[in-house]
């Protein structure tokens, strides 16, 4: 087996491990939100996200196996970067909303809004993390096949994630009238016409809400 494939499965391993982690400091969260009366939204396609997730891992590592997808250097730097770039919109999305960040959708909404850190431009920017780091994971050893796939897959999942996240945000006020004019994914670069930040006072009072979009 080539050193690039061997390599490449640690990769796999190392995200799959960290995918472990990060579910245990959400159900540590969840239990914490509980304590202070916040509960759990029913999500009946939660378990398709998770699926897709191992999915993903799995099949990216078997194309390349089995397929023998090459080690293409260009392609192979190219979607690392975008991995890393990824992974790191990811954490800060983590570190803006701090001890309330967990993988399922809580109905925190009157412990405030978040308005800081990657959510000053767009509303769901985990979801562009995860869209991103989707496709360039696979893309990293060649694995085509399971990067489209994979994008349709995910494209569905987080549709359905949506309704149910959206349903909860948007019945509060405070964060229809701090967010709901930011697009979702994209930051509205050129558009002047954006609506200006939330005023200074609003800021200091936001606190992290329960999305993790």
């Known amino acids: 087996m080539d050193v690039s494939v061997i390599a490449y499965l640690g990769l796999l391993l190392a995200v799959g491990a960290g995918r472990l982690i990060e579910l245990q400091i959400s159900t540590r969260r969840q239990r914490r939100l509980a304590a202070q ?22 099949s990216a590592g078997l194309e390349v196996v089995l397929l023998h997808r090459p080690f293409l250097p260009a392609l192979g730097l190219t979607m690392g970067l975008l991995f890393l770039l990824a ?20 109905n925190s909404v009157p412990l405030g809004v978040v308005t800081t850190g990657p959510y000053r431009w767009i509303r769901h920017p985990n979801y562009l993390a995860v869209f991103l780091e989707l496709l360039a994971l696979p893309l990293i050893h060649s694995a085509w096949l399971t990067a489209v796939c994979g994008e349709i897959a995910c494209g569905f999942v987080v549709r359905q994630r949506l309704k149910v996240e ?12 701090a967010m709901s004019d930011k697009p979702r994914f994209v930051p509205r670069l050129f558009d002047r016409a954006a609506r200006p930040e939330i005023s200074a006072r609003a800021e200091r009072e936001a606190r992290p809400q329960q999305t993790n979009g």
């Open 37 to 58: 009366g916040i509960v759990k939204v029913p999500e009946k396609h939660f378990h398709w996200m998770v699926v897709m997730h191992i999915a993903i891992l799995l």
């Open 87 to 106: 992974n790191g919109l990811r954490w800060w999305v983590m570190a803006t909303l701090g001890k309330h960040w967990n993988i399922q959708v809580m």
């Open 166 to 177: 959206e349903s909860v945000l948007m019945a509060n006020p405070e964060y229809r009238a």
